[in-house]
């Protein structure tokens, strides 16, 4: 990304796999002029993927502008930061907790009694919008798991895709879930389960839904797949 002059490049800098050092780096930017010798090294497939919000990118990307002081003089810094997101309003530190005591008193039918992951996902993915994926999720029947071992559940698909505009099978896995990020091949199995989800929210018809399915598998494995490969060697 380049402001109007083309002067700087952003773009994201990722951790090792590691876990404890995806915790303690949340946020990790490079903001380096476009004539910097580390723009031309070649690209690599990264070790382990890090996570971060448009939002934050772009408060970082605005303050840096500003900072040069080639911008009017009236501009100030970036405001967003204080701007609460959707699910933001209501949200609590303890949601994950009120979210595993309500899956214990009344579980979902399909999730089984291991469901701690599973809150949590939802209170960190969907903050205080998150008992709405568990009322879809129990009055459509979309309380499985889509993947054995992570925490992600049908009804997050269909949640997605009629209340955040997602449209294709590998944006929702990509960007909505993080499935793709999390295990590669587990979302690319996947895809058919989701397609049908989505498919049902969007009207799609079959022959759309076999073509998202490819399409997405497609874009997966040429993505993700050769990555994976490269860290088992």
């Known amino acids: ?25 949340l946020y990790r930017w490079l903001y380096r002029p476009l004539h910097h010798p580390l723009n031309s090294a070649p690209r690599r497939p990264p070790p382990a993927p890090q996570w971060t919000t448009y939002r934050k990118m772009a408060e970082e990307a605005v303050d840096a502008v500003v900072a040069t ?4 003089s009236n501009t100030g810094h970036c405001v967003t930061g204080r701007l609460p997101l959707r699910g933001a309003r209501t949200f609590r530190p303890t949601l994950a ?4 005591q309500q899956l214990k008193t009344d579980p979902l039918p399909g999730l089984g009694a291991a469901h701690d992951d599973v809150a949590a996902h939802l209170a960190s993915s969907y903050g205080d919008r998150a008992p709405e ?6 009055e459509k029947s979309l309380g499985n798991r889509l993947a054995p071992g992570l925490p992600v559940l049908e009804a997050e698909v ?15 896995l990509e960007r909505r879930v993080r499935m ?10 996947a895809l058919p ?3 049908e989800l989505m498919g049902n929210v969007h009207g799609w018809s079959r022959e759309r839904r076999a073509k998202e399915i490819d399409n997405a598998r497609a874009l997966l494995t040429r993505q993700y797949v050769p990555a994976v490969e490269a860290a088992a060697a």
């Open 1 to 25: 990304m380049y402001n109007k002059r083309r002067e700087y490049l952003i773009q994201p800098c990722l951790p090792t796999s590691n876990k404890s050092a995806m915790q303690r780096v």
């Open 133 to 138: 994926v568990l009322r879809i999720a129990r």
């Open 69 to 72: 002081g080639r911008v009017p």
């Open 97 to 100: 907790a009120e979210l595993g």
């Open 180 to 189: 793709a990020f999390m295990d590669a091949s587990a979302a690319i199995a």
């Open 158 to 172: 269909a949640y997605c895709a009629a209340m955040e505009y997602s449209e294709t099978p590998d944006d929702f």
């Open 193 to 195: 389960r989701v397609a």
